[in-house]
């Protein structure tokens, strides 16, 4: 009876060390995350967007998972070089309210938007995964406005293939976005016990890939996995593109 006693102290005390740090980080995180960015009032509608630098502007698209804070690092590389780098945050994610049309034409249209609403009157655009193909529109739609175009891994349609080329999103990717991705819960204890499950999902990476890594490279993977922590302001975001990948 008493080591029953004991386990059971032991299972509560635990349960209520890990609701504690949950609340904590969840705290820390959304504060940040307010805190380091802005919301404009754009013909689209509100944006949400953060700035560094000075110089040419750079907008920098973040991939599926993100909003700015995906591509932070990209502007810490880049501002000390005399880059001017705006990252949004697209359709969905954190403070960027999804319109009822919330397709790639439409996203490449709230680019222009915040870039007006900023005095931009051109800038290159780097678009990460996901955040290729509206990046690509803009710069097909307003080829006046962009100066250049960087695609990194890109989420795009290659010349040449065919529908049937194609598939539709996995079962484990389909459990991933309905269930995994629909709690902050679980998504803080994913990314912290097993945060493979979303290298090979979210990041759509192999994992053999991220394992041949050098460390340097793993520790940039798991800080983009962090930081899709809390994902209810992100899941909408996330849905639309995986339908676009689809």
Not at 181 to 199: K, Q
């Amino acid at each position: 009876m008493n080591y029953v006693i004991g386990c059971v102290v032991t299972l509560l005390a635990l349960a209520g060390w890990v609701s504690a740090r949950y609340e904590s980080d969840h705290a820390e995180v959304t504060a940040r995350l307010a805190r380091d960015s802005h919301v404009a009032t754009t013909a689209c509608g509100p944006i949400e967007y953060s700035e560094v630098g000075s110089g040419p502007a750079v907008l920098a698209i973040h991939g599926a998972g993100g909003g700015y804070p995906q591509m932070a690092e990209f502007g810490d590389t880049l501002a000390p070089a005399g880059f001017r780098v705006v990252a949004v945050s697209r359709f969905g994610y954190l403070r960027t309210p999804s319109p009822i049309h919330a397709g790639v034409k439409e996203q490449a249209a709230a680019h222009a938007c915040l870039l007006d609403s900023l005095g931009i009157a051109t800038a290159a655009v780097f678009g990460v995964s996901a955040g290729a193909p509206s990046s690509i529109r803009f710069c097909l739609d307003f080829p006046a406005r962009c100066s250049a175009l960087v695609l990194l891994v890109p989420a795009a349609f290659p010349p040449g293939t065919t529908t049937k080329d194609t598939t539709p999103p996995s079962p484990y990717m389909s459990f991933v976005l309905d269930h995994v991705l629909g709690s902050d819960f679980l998504i803080w204890t994913v990314t912290r016990v097993a945060p493979h499950m979303l290298i090979e999902t979210v990041l759509a990476t192999p994992i053999e890939v991220y394992r041949n890594a050098d460390s340097s490279e793993q520790a940039r993977a798991l800080r983009i996995i962090q930081d899709i922590f809390p994902v209810s302001q992100r899941i909408e975001g996330l849905r639309i593109d995986a339908r676009m990948a689809a």
